[in-house]
């Protein structure tokens, strides 16, 4: 089994920071793809930003030029740096990640609980 913990979310005003943490850990061989969606209330889950363990990255359109993605494949952590955040920021953030077991068999796609971060105007 595996989980996804994630941390660093809360409360910031509109054109702060925050950096968000997610650390996987359980039976893992190796993490394909780890990355970041977005839900706000009344609206579809969103993608946030994804990055491949060979650093290879992928934005929304609401996260280009604000947001970074990074990981520690040694760690099986992915971060995620928002500036100039926005009320319209505001959502649970869920960490996600495409994990190969110590099986090593095919991979499964592998949700954390999430994280709230509100951004005031």
């Known amino acids: 089994q595996v989980q996804l913990v994630e941390s660093g979310g809360g409360l910031v005003q509109a054109g702060g920071s925050l950096r968000l943490s997610c650390a996987a850990s359980g039976s893992i061989f190796s993490i394909n793809v780890m990355g970041w969606y977005r839900q706000a209330p009344g609206k579809s889950r969103e993608l946030v930003a994804t990055?491949?363990?060979?650093?290879?990255?992928n934005y929304g359109d609401s996260a280009k030029g604000r947001f970074t993605v990074s990981r520690d494949n040694a760690k099986n952590t992915v971060y995620l740096h928002m500036n100039s955040l926005k009320p319209e920021d505001t959502a649970v953030y869920y960490c996600n990640a495409d994990v190969i077991g110590a099986g090593r068999g095919r991979s499964y796609d592998y949700w954390g609980q999430g994280t709230q971060v509100t951004v005031s105007s």
């Open positions: 990055i491949t363990s060979g650093g290879r990255t």
